[in-house]
């Protein structure tokens, strides 16, 4: 799946709006559903490895739990826990289907 898709995808079905600043003003961010702000977007079990998922649960103020917003070419954006960097929300396996896992895995300059 292209990752402007899946930033559309996530923005519709989980991300409440938010005004992001200025991107030399970005920094670290806690993720919440739209459907309940009482949870936060999460890399399951504090996972850093590539494949680890991604879910909500209640807010612990872990580094699994924080995200980096970075702006990318063509206006488009990732999303990184804190604990790795090196990682990116993404579709596992590239699915297109309703239910498909969310993951971690290493960035790639292609979508």
């Given at each position: 799946m292209h990752l402007r898709c899946l930033i559309r995808a996530i923005a519709a079905a989980v991300i409440s709006t938010v005004m992001l600043p200025a991107a030399e003003e970005w920094g670290?961010?806690?993720?919440?559903?739209?459907?309940?702000?009482?949870?936060?977007?999460?890399?399951?079990?504090?996972?850093?490895?590539?494949?680890?998922?991604v879910s909500i649960h209640k807010p612990a103020d872990g580094a699994h739990q924080k995200w980096i917003v970075t702006p990318r070419e063509g206006g488009l954006l990732t999303f990184s826990p804190t604990h790795p960097p090196s990682r990116v929300l993404t579709v596992a396996d590239g699915g297109t289907k309703n239910g498909t896992f969310i993951v971690l895995e290493p960035y790639s300059e292609q979508p």
């Open positions: 670290v961010y806690a993720v919440v559903p739209a459907s309940t702000e009482r949870l936060v977007l999460e890399a399951v079990a504090a996972g850093q490895t590539a494949g680890t998922r």
